[in-house]
């Protein structure tokens, strides 16, 4: 009986549980994303001081409810190096959020080979992605169709999967929150 | 008067306090490692019979630091410092490739303990003055870290002797216990 009860009220309040990447070059912002993200869904996080936040060589967990789903981030140190730790985690991705730093010209090719790799693999094959335009507070940033053109020859691998493109501003929280509900799909 | 004990108040909040356990193989820089944290001499080190304890403050925080003794017979007992700990600091000799199965092993069996369970876990890929060092990428991937779920982890290159990367390192773990205690 108890066992019976227990896994009823498991079943009606368990979350699904989906694990999702964020994924993109060194100093891009994932990780100011992933805390502005804990900031706004997570009641009583208080985040950290995002001026401080240094080079990640590792992992940073955050872990949000929305309606009734709980979304486990996974935020990935984005330097050359250790983009070869990121195909150990997409087996288990529901989704992929991939950030670029729209102030970075200069290594904007850096990124697309990264992107263009990450896309490629089978293990991700139909998992949902979106792509955020970060740094967009800043003046002469490059903007969504700037980087959209710069990304144009990845468009045949991204094929069936859901893609959608914003512009966002970590730092400052523009954009978080309807970036996480979507909005349209596209695929460039 | 009313300012002035709200000035008190302000002044005499407690920083929060941290317990840091610092482990991994003998001879990986640990106790090196500590005297940097806490500024002390670091000319004569000799391998830890039992634990040395020091408090650092850093970033408004007061950092217990627990240094066990990593010779293999002292292993067991780092058991007994489990218990209420923040954050864990593994110490890796860079250098020592040689041993990097039996840390990556040692690393591995820390992680299973339940006491330690969510407990964010900094590396310090030691000793990177010397040049046969392997850099902390390599070390993360011989080690497997990428099988580490439950929890937040960080590998940082440093070098106990020279001082090189301990802050960065020691940035990651103010940021990461505050995180962990909201």
Known sequence: ?????SGLYKYMFQKDEYCILILGLDNAGKTTFLEQTKTRFSKNYKGMNLSKITTTVGLNIGTIDVGKARLMFWDLGGQEELQSLWDKYYAESHGVIYVIDSTDE???????????????????EGVPLLVLANKQDVENCLSVPDIKTAFSDCAPKI???????????ALSGYVICSSDYGGYTENN | MGLLSILRKLKSAPDQEVRILLLGLDNGGKTTLLKQLASEDISHITPTQGFNIKSVQSQGFKLNVWDIGGQRKIRPYWRNYFENTDMLI????????????ETGQELAELLDEEKLSGVPVLIFANKQDLLTAAPASEIAEGLNLHIIRDRMWQIQSCSALTGEGVQDGMSWVCKNVTAKKK
């Open chain 1, 106 to 124: 200069e290594r904007l090719g850096e990124s697309k080979n990264a992107f263009e790799k990450m896309i490629s693999s089978e293990a991700l």
């Open chain 1, 159 to 169: 094929g069936k999967r859901d893609c959608l493109v914003q512009p966002c501003a």
């Open chain 2, 90 to 101: 593994y110490v890796i000799d860079s250098a020592d490739r040689k041993r990097f199965e």
């Open chain 1, 1 to 5: 009986m108890y066992t019976l009860l």
